[in-house]
């Protein structure tokens, strides 16, 4: 990872900017990505003594709490390979081979997490295939590849069968695609599809959400903003008053 070695460069050269509380947070997530996990650990612990009761400590904490979960996961995946080799059909179970993978995915080993998906894609149960290819449209998505996570999330929205909070969260992420390679009409019209599709609940009311993102924060247009958030009170009177 360059980002390490340019942190580490700037805590070098300038150990007293105020940034530096920051800088060592962000070394400490990419090192947590590395699964350098105890010298992660160890400079979430100096940003924590040194900065208390600010964001710096906050921020500090949610990162180790990510650690413990990373930590949890690996010690988790060498008891759950062991046992898919005794019975290799376990490959293609959801307790097995897609928890290996999401594993993986969880603990920044993303070529394993990829090959795994993929050969996820000849289990016999279509459950298990459509879940191993919803997460390897993320996978791709947080690679940069976006043109693979839309090509995935276009054919599970194509899938007969599939299951609704499947079906609403690859097309929420195919939005999301299109929102992040800047095509904001593309976006909004897939957002809006999931608001028109689902009953309500939290997948309506963050489809019409995100169409209010991309109107005031990419477009622009705030009379269109203003009638997507009376809708939006109207349709949720319950939620909370940040959002109205």
């Known amino acids: 990872y360059e980002a390490e070695r340019y942190y580490r460069e700037f805590l070098d050269r300038y150990p007293g900017r ?19 996990l105890d010298e992660a650990t160890e400079l979430i612990k100096g940003v924590q003594a040194e900065f208390p009761g600010t964001r710096e400590e906050a921020l500090a904490g949610s990162l180790q709490n990510r650690i413990v979960s990373v930590h949890k996961r690996l010690s988790r995946l060498p008891e759950l390979e062991a046992w898919i080799k005794t019975q290799p059909d376990r490959i293609f179970r959801e307790e097995g081979g ?8 969880a603990t920044y080993q993303i070529d394993r997490a990829l090959s795994l998906l993929k ?68 976006a909004l019209n897939h957002y809006q599809q999931v608001y028109e599709r689902v009953p309500q609940g939290s997948w309506k009311a963050l489809s019409e959400l995100e169409q ?16 997507r958030l009376d809708k939006l009170k109207t349709e949720f009177p319950n939620m909370s008053s940040e959002f109205k």
Do not use: C
Request: net charge negative; proline share 3%.
């Open 18 to 36: 105020p940034e530096r509380g920051f800088v060592t947070i962000s070394l400490a997530h990419v090192l947590t990505k590395m699964r350098h």
């Open 119 to 186: 050969k996820l894609q000849e289990a016999p149960d279509p459950r298990v295939r459509a879940k191993a290819l919803f997460f390897l449209g993320l996978a791709s998505k947080w690679q940069g590849d976006f043109s693979e996570g839309k090509e995935i999330f276009q054919l599970l929205g194509e899938e007969a069968g599939l299951e609704d909070e499947l079906n609403y969260a690859a097309q929420t992420e195919l939005a999301d695609v299109h929102y992040e390679s800047k095509v904001y009409d593309e």
């Open 98 to 105: 897609l928890e290996l993978a999401l594993g993986y995915l």
């Open 212 to 227: 209010e993102g991309i109107y005031l924060f990419r477009i622009g247009d705030k009379e269109k903003l203003r009638d």
